[in-house]
């Protein structure tokens, strides 16, 4: 079928489920915030296991622990969200058309939305099975509800840590534990980020710094200030092993400062009113590579992947990158 025919077949759909839509919807954010409130845990956690969680329904990415740990999170009731996200999920399945955060694997993306999930996600994915190879110890910092820890990160040979706020991993473990996911050889560290060095956490369950590392640093960089990015970026250069990695995003420093769309500008101001707005960025105009390879070669680290970020504006600014640097 034509992309037309299949657009048409899915709005259709779409039409004729939407009391489904709407009456799950209500009782979807009911209960969630029901559930939720009061928790001390991330809520942007939530977005990029929604859209792993429709990947591996669609069977776009495989990833059965999100399928299990999903409905044990809290405000996941299955009911609500089956009615609230089944029936787009079932246009789609229907008519071969997808879009938006349920498009995987997305190599670019032209608008941020899509850069912030469906590339998002196929980057870091790459980048940690081209690191599996090279490394000894695989480190997932601010875990949120990521599942790779328990799925591709499991290799003979690999010592695979999960670091997050002490709320956050409350919870997650709770919720691990009730769905009765294998976390294999995975070892867990909880910290207290305001107070105390994420690699010291690490040394209080045996993690050895003198072996080759990777750090799988997803989305969290740009909710931190600048001061403890740079800090998270010097203990990756100074004091793991040579050869070390690490992986993140960087988002342009005129989105950070508000040179941006309405839209976004309002998208960021009320993130911020949740209390997770986006403090850190990079300057990204051109040559933004070049850009971004000097600002961590400030930090003694060298830039081996850059991917572009979402679309460019006026000025030929990129939304970010996401990028991997390399120690030593």
């Known amino acids: 079928m034509s992309k037309f025919i299949c657009i048409v077949i899915f709005i259709i759909i779409e039409l004729v489920l939407l009391p489904v839509t709407i009456i799950g919807m209500m009782l979807f954010i009911i209960d969630f915030a029901v559930s939720v409130i009061g928790k001390k845990m991330s809520l942007t956690t939530y977005d990029p296991m929604f859209a792993r969680w429709s990947w591996e329904l669609l069977g776009k990415r495989e990833d059965p622990a999100t399928h299990k740990l999903a409905f044990a999170l809290p405000g996941m009731s299955r009911v609500p969200v089956t009615l609230a996200f089944g029936p787009t999920l079932l246009a789609m399945c229907l008519s071969d058309y997808y879009f938006g955060m349920y498009d995987y694997p997305l190599e670019q993306s032209d608008t941020l ?28 910092l601010g875990g949120g509800w990521d599942t790779r820890a328990y799925g591709m990160a499991q290799r003979e040979g690999v010592r695979v840590f999960e670091v997050d ?27 207290d980020f305001n107070t105390e060095s ?82 850190f960025g990079v300057n990204v105009e051109p040559p933004a590579e070049e850009n971004v390879a000097a600002y961590l070669q400030e930090h003694g680290l060298t830039l081996t992947n850059f991917e572009p970020l979402g679309g460019t504006d006026k000025k030929g600014r990129r939304d970010g990158a996401y990028v991997l640097a390399v120690n030593g």
């Open 198 to 279: 994420w690699l010291d956490a690490l040394k209080r369950v045996d993690f050895d710094s003198s072996k080759k590392t990777y750090v799988h640093w997803e989305f969290v960089a740009v909710y931190l200030e600048p001061e403890a990015v740079a800090a998270t970026l010097q203990t990756v250069a100074n004091d793991l092993a040579p050869g070390s990695a690490i992986a993140f995003e960087v988002m342009g420093q005129h989105i950070i400062d508000g040179d941006t769309s309405l839209f976004l500008r309002f998208a960021l101001w009320e993130a911020k009113q949740l209390g997770e707005g986006w403090y």
């Open 165 to 191: 706020a002490v709320g956050t991993q409350t919870y997650k473990l709770e919720a691990i534990k009730k769905a009765k996911i294998d976390t294999g050889n995975t070892v867990f560290a909880a910290v």
């Open 113 to 140: 939305f899509n850069g912030v999930l469906g590339q998002r996600t196929t980057f870091f994915d790459k980048v940690m099975q081209q690191q599996l190879d090279q490394v000894e110890q695989v480190v997932i």
